[in-house]
């Protein structure tokens, strides 16, 4: 993992931690991801916009169909005065003063990774930055679905802690063919499948007349929209592994059509 991480990159994990970020109130986060797309446009070849709902949305290269990763903006934490970020062998958490404010985890592990492999990476792929998640995924229910329509399958790097890969929300979120496709990638990382709550790749999802594959998966934050909460950053570059790895397996081919959706299942 460590060969993921230079000193660049922990400066830019800092910065995007060092930013307060609240629904409704996340002009800061979105102006910082703006810039660095900016400054990365020309190097890494990718183009970018910003919906009029606030959703950054970014394509990499090309291809015939792409993996589209996804993270949020906004947090749940209130924006607070003397905000500072700690480090303890790893650990990061936020206090202001003498009293523990949530860091944000949620989602700015998700911002970091995908910047990240945005920066460092070859293979194309697509990724969106949405505004308030938090508030019942206000920047999904509105995104323009046109965006979608060469996306092979959905990747949502906004779950707490450091195994959970979720496929299951009320119904499978899968299709067999994408399961056979992720499983030994997910085994090599230990993550599990298991069952997870509303999100926005799963409102992209739910809002396509012809479903694709959908997964959220762990990206190191724990105690999510709590004061105490906090990011392992060894879990963090676990997540950044397992996403940058789904990627680069990918064909940039094949779309995981959800076929139990489209059938009623």
Known sequence: MDKLINNHDLELLKAILNIQSKTYNHSEMSCFVENKLKRDASAVQLSFTIDNHGNIIVTKGEAEAY????????TVHEIVEDYEIKEDNGKFYAMSGDVATGIGGDDKCGIYSILHLLSNNDKPFKAVFFSDEEIGQQGSSKIDLSFFNDVGFLV?????ENSD????????????DFRNFIRPISDKYAYKETEGFATDVFTIQNRLSNPISA???????YNFH????FIILSD???CIDFATEIVNEYDNKKI??????????
């Open 67 to 74: 993996a589209c990763l996804c993270c949020h903006l906004d």
């Open 156 to 160: 949502g790097i906004d779950r707490r």
């Open 165 to 176: 890969l979720i496929t299951f929300r009320y119904k499978t979120t899968i299709s067999e």
């Open 215 to 221: 997964i959220n998966i762990s990206c190191g934050y």
């Open 226 to 229: 709590k004061q105490n909460e």
């Open 236 to 238: 963090l570059l676990k």
């Open 256 to 265: 995981f059509y959800l076929k139990e959706c489209i059938n009623g299942v």
